[in-house]
């Protein structure tokens, strides 16, 4: 078992999915998914007031 979450997940990931991922390829999937979960937690922090409401849809 691996020591980093990342590395699990992306075993994990790859395994669901049927997709070989190269070794060379890791250390720029890791450093992606390092910066995808970092932008995910500001959103997420991110605090809004429950009476938000959600933006209109506008369609041409």
Do not use: C, G, H, Q
């Not at 390829?25 to 938000?52: C, G, M, Q, T």
């Amino acid at each position: 078992m691996t020591a980093d979450p990342l590395d699990a997940y992306m075993d994990a990931v790859a395994k669901a999915l049927a997709l070989p991922v190269d070794d060379a390829w890791r250390p720029a999937v890791k450093a992606n998914l390092e910066v995808s979960l970092r932008l995910a937690r500001l959103v997420d922090e991110f605090p809004l007031p429950d009476e938000i409401e959600p933006a209109s849809v506008f369609a041409a």
